[in-house]
């Protein structure tokens, strides 16, 4: 029998679309509604990082206590974000070569 009828009644299948990996979130980390949570050892420290969240235009929550250690993965996360790599597009066999030497591409380089 099929997995859809059981007993009479039709399963309704689920919205795979509002259900899963959201990737159009609207909690932004680092904004003045969803902060940083940073921990750091010193006082010092925390001036650094405030100075470095005051030229990226980013809000956060810093404790300091001694007896902790730092803490700052979140800020790294924010700071160094992954860019995708593009690659130029390989000419075709007809068009001319990429290394200006006039000839097509399958007779000079390709």
Known sequence: MHDLYYKGRIHTRKNHVTTGYNTK???KLGTEKHPITLSVTSEERKSQIEA?????????????????EENIVELDAILNKVTTTTFDKTPNRNDPCSCNSGKKYKKCCG
């Open 25 to 27: 979130r609207s909690a």
């Open 52 to 68: 470095l969240l005051v030229e990226n235009e980013l809000f956060a929550d810093i404790t300091v206590d001694s007896a902790i």
